[in-house]
Structures are given as C-alpha cells and as structure tokens.
C-alpha cells in the first residue's frame, strides 16, 4: 500500500502506484454514496476544517460531504467571514487552527504554495484544494477517476485539453496526472493563454505532451476533451480581442466534436460558462460526463481522507 | 506446510502445531452448516448469505452452492468489506485496502446468515453487523463459521460452527482455501 503522506499538495510529486491507490480505494468509496444510508463510522472523532480564500461551491461542498460520509466533523471557513478580512496573516490563521487540533485542513488560496507553506507551519495534513495557477489535485484526480470508470484504463488515450491553460490549475495537475498514466495529452487555446512554463513541461514528458495550433488539431480523434473555463476574474490583461471571437475559435460545439472519436468523452471542471468555452448542446449531451465528475469528486475526496487521516501515528 | 515455510522466507518463525481440517473435512464441515442452516430457517425464503472478506466469501458461495443441492433453490449471496467499521484502524498495520461491499438485495425483512472462516474475538462480527443495519432492518441475523477458537472480547457467538478449537492467544487459526491460497486445509501455527 504505497500511500504513506501527510499531505496531498500536488500531483507532481505523486507516484504512479500512488495515483492508483487512491483512484482504487474510491472506487470503494463511491458504492457507500449509494447506499441509503450514506455514511460510515470510519473518521468519527476526527475534524476537517476547509479553508477557502477563494469562492467554491463545488470543491468545498464536495469536501464537506466527504468528511461527513466518513463520519468526520466538517468545519468551513471562507476568508470574507474570517479574521483574515480583518488582516491577520496567514500563519496567525494557521497557528490559530492548529491550536483547536483539526486532523486535516483543506486549503484554497489565490497564490501558490500557500499549502506547502501551511503544511511546513502545522502538524495537520494538507490538502490543497487549489493554490493559484498552480494545482488543483483532487480535481486531477477526480478527472482520472471518471476517465478509467469510462474507458476503462487512462495509458493510451488520446486527451484534449482546451481553453485558459495559463489560469488553470486543473490543467496542470492533468497534465501531470494524465501524462503519468501513460495518455497523450494535446493542450489547445489562444497562445496568450499558454505559458512559457509549459516548454519545461512538454519536454519533459518525451512526446507524450503536446500543444496544437487550432483546436481542431486537438480535439481530432481524440478519446476525451477537456474544456476549461475562461477565468475572467483572474485575467487583468487582454489576452484576446473578444469573448465573442473566443467562443468561434475554441468554444467546442457539436460540429466541432465530430472530429472527436466516436465513444469520445467531454469533461469539464465547473463552473461552466455555457455559450463561452462550451455551448449548451455539448453541456447537456449524452457525452458530457460534467455532472459525473461531480459524483465522483466525493468518492475520491472520501478516498483522499481517508488515506491521509484514517488512521493515526502517520 | 507451505504457509509456514513462506512465513519463514519473510523472517517470522512460525511453527506448525496442528492440521486441523483437511480439504475433505473442509467440505464436510460446509456440508453439515448448509442443511442446519435450511433446517433452522425451513427453507430458503428471504435468505441471504453474506461473506465477510475475504475467506468468508468463498465460503458463503460454497454454502449457497450447498443449499442449491439440498433446496432446488440457491439463496443470494452478498460479500462485506468491513474495513470502514473497523475499531482498531488506528492500531493496525500498514494502511488498510479498502474493497468494495456488495448487497445485491434488500435486506429489509430477510434473513441474513454471515459467514467467516475464523470466530475469535468477535469483534470484526460486531463491525460486520454495524455494516449490515445501515443497508436496512434484516429480521434475522445469524452467524456461521467454519473454525470457533474462543477467547472472544464481545458477547457474541455463532449460530452454526464447523468445528470448535482450543487454543492459546500465540497460535494462530489459519484457514487456507483454494480460491486464495496454494492449498486448502485448517492448520494451527505459533510464532516463536
């Protein structure tokens, strides 16, 4: 069983036989949300606080029913109704969690490496539920986790990822998560929205990793498409003309999935902006797995927790 | 003799004290639990079988198989992974797999006989049962297994025992069945 950490801050640093010993242990996971009674005493007595200095519906809540399914007690706290909003620091903050013992503290925070820093400043263990554009790996995951229960087993396949690369930490830890299974990863969008960081990536990953010109390049043939959100919050320049012009150059439509194969899958991190980088057709189809991801988040959540906290003197 | 032997390539000194069943005795034993099982219950209706993983599995198909012979009728069989109602997750060795629990029916108002290969403590039957009720209200739960060896930690006993054994806390109980192992018998071992 080669899970023995105490934090889970990105997927650069996971192994192979880790990856695949959480996406196993939630597939575990996932029969309990179908039971009727859908909870188990595994984390009774154990706390959870969820730290959030950005807005999530998705990733909060899907953390929050992970705990309470095992049993844990689920504490959040949203930085506008925080002490931080009152200027305390961030190791005030985290010094002052540690004091009440939490088990495990999952963190959002605009710049990253703020959960490698709060993990190095407190005994708990980290999860990062986002840090900036840096990672967001229990979405990495949670992505896996759909693709292998639809396709079976992710080495071989052929995945678009297209949109805002530059703002996403999905895409990153995807990158990372997807290339380390053995899949072909094609990463399209407006070349302002593709960092330089990106060329250390690509060359590292020996031709598994690759960038397109056009969405179309992409998305042909491929086994599953990607779309990521256009994060208008985070963009303070113009990185293209139009939203407008965006949505005909690389919003994926249901012409455009065409050149996909034909058992292709379409995946989306939430929340979808429909009309932008995805139209509605394509949302609600029959491919989209956009709300199965969603189910599937509290699956490997429940997972993640579980290996990390489940057991003491770790 | 292989698992000890096996043991032994791993560095534990295991000894091998008693042959307690051998394949034969094994299936003799599934046997004589299957007809008590359909003459306490008279008959198979609303009967379930549920194996605690992993040997109780195996051997809750066999005692279904068993009952088919016997009944014309084979009652379904469920399996419960019961890692996540464990008391000791805290204690246990290196991190526990998880496997998946499956109830292929209601257990509301049935009768469910679990089955395990080894009743010692009784506390991974207190965990099974705790699991069992957030599936449903069963009418009945029962309990056979294949090998009781006392020192029980919990007010609990089998309805249907393949064979009693007496044994100190050092020896170890193991049942050794074709679907996991190289053999299929019921040995007693101590570490030394």
Known sequence: MPFIRKDLLGIRELSVEEITTILDTAESFKEVSGRSIKKVPTLRGKTVINLFFEASTRTRTSFEIAAKRLSADAVNISASTSSVSKGESLIDTAQNLQAMAPDAIVIRHPSPGVPHQLSRMVGSSIINGGDGAHEHPTQALLDAFTIREHKGSIGGLQVAIVGDIRHSRVARSNAHLLTKLGAHVRIAGPRTLIPPAYDRLIESSEGSLIVCDHIDDAIAGSDVVMMLRIQRERMSDAFFPSLKEYSVQYGLTLRRLDLAASDCIVMHPGPVNRGIEISSEVVDGARSLILDQVTNGVAVRMAILFLLIGRDGS | ?192
Do not use: C, W
Not at chain 2, 86 to 102: A, H, Q
């Open chain 2, 1 to 192: 003799m292989l698992y000890s032997a096996r043991l032994k390539e791993r560095g534990a000194e295991i000894k091998l004290k008693t042959h307690i069943m051998d394949s034969a005795g094994i299936n003799r034993a599934l046997s004589r639990l299957a007809s008590q099982i359909v003459e306490r219950n008279v008959g198979t209706s609303d009967l379930l079988l549920v194996g605690i993983r992993r040997r109780g599995v195996p051997l809750a198909e066999r005692i279904a198989d068993k009952i088919e012979q016997l009944e014309g009728v084979r009652p379904p069989t469920g399996q419960l992974d019961i890692t996540l109602y464990r008391d000791d997750l805290s204690t246990v060795g290196p991190r526990p797999v998880v496997n998946k629990t499956e109830i292929p029916v209601d257990v509301t108002d049935s009768t469910i006989v679990l089955v395990d290969d080894v009743l010692y403590t009784g506390r991974t039957v207190r965990a099974a049962m705790d699991e069992l009720v957030d599936f449903g209200r069963p009418r009945r739960v029962e309990l056979a297994v294949l090998v009781d060896r006392g020192h029980r930690e919990l007010p609990i006993q089998a309805d249907y025992v393949g064979k009693v054994v007496q044994t100190t806390d050092a020896e170890i109980v193991k049942v050794m069945l074709k679907d996991y192992d190289e053999d299929e018998q019921v040995i007693v071992v101590e570490s030394e």
